[in-house]
């Protein structure tokens, strides 16, 4: 019986393990891109969050490079239309944040969200009546992604900042498509936030997570292949 020679038994698994080993460095290298690209934009962010408060423009035409810009706005809150938004645990307590429409004298009213309030009674907390001026940054609307939980709008709650959803739950007919984000040091609710929350930047990690799996993939195919020559000088 004839034996294939070794390097036509290393061809196939050389090919799979090559086109392999080529997805697992692109997908590092893309994740190398990503990182730099979430560097950027950090830095570009923290750049925003130390400016000083400007007045919000009546009209934005592209609110997308002013996120968390800080802005002031004055206006009356309509507390009769505000909803509750997402989760956030907060001195080992659940709570959401209350969000509630403002309603200006020039421009659409605009979104703030007030702070955090308590899970078991979000809605007990101050309303103050009246013109009132908040400081805070301007947040963009939010992706819904495959595992955030179904909004309830009959019940005003919803789990991602959705500008034009809110809106047409409450009755309004119309809103900035962003809201501005209380920041301060309250402590009694609803508390505002302290500063902007910064994007999670994990691509290095998994950057190393695809190089090393090329780098494991190289060694177990060199111990393997170095194998099949020895067994096969052997035979």
């Not at 309830?152 to 739950?169: C, G, L, T, V």
């Not at 997570?209 to 035979?235: E, H, K, N, P, Q």
């Amino acid at each position: 019986m004839a034996i294939r020679p070794a390097w036509r038994v290393l061809l196939w698994p050389t090919i799979g393990a090559g086109v392999l080993l080529a997805v697992l460095l692109a997908l590092g290298i893309w994740q190398v891109q990503r990182l730099a690209w979430k560097n950027a934009w950090i830095d570009q962010l923290r750049a925003a969050e130390v400016l000083p408060p400007e007045p919000l423009p009546a009209e934005l035409d592209d609110p997308a490079p002013l996120a968390f810009r800080r802005f002031a706005v004055s206006g009356r809150f309509q507390h009769d239309r505000s909803v509750l938004l997402g989760v956030h645990e907060r001195a080992r307590r659940l709570g959401v944040f209350l969000v509630t429409p403002l309603e200006r004298t020039a421009g659409d009213p605009v979104w703030i969200v007030r702070g955090w309030v308590p899970y078991e009674a979000p809605r007990a907390v101050p309303n103050p009546e009246g013109e009132v001026t908040v400081t805070g940054f301007l947040m963009l609307p939010e992706r819904r992604g495959w595992f955030t939980p179904e909004d309830k709008p009959a019940e005003r709650r919803f789990w991602a900042f959705q500008p034009d959803r809110m809106a047409k739950a409450v009755g309004l007919p119309r809103s900035t498509p962003f809201a501005i984000a209380a920041i301060g040091p309250g402590e009694e609710p609803p508390i505002p936030q302290r500063r902007p929350p910064m994007p999670r930047n994990d691509h290095l990690g998994y950057a190393i997570t695809w190089f090393g799996l090329a780098a494991a993939l190289v060694a177990f195919w060199i111990a393997w292949a170095r194998r099949l020559l020895r067994d096969a000088r052997s035979a």
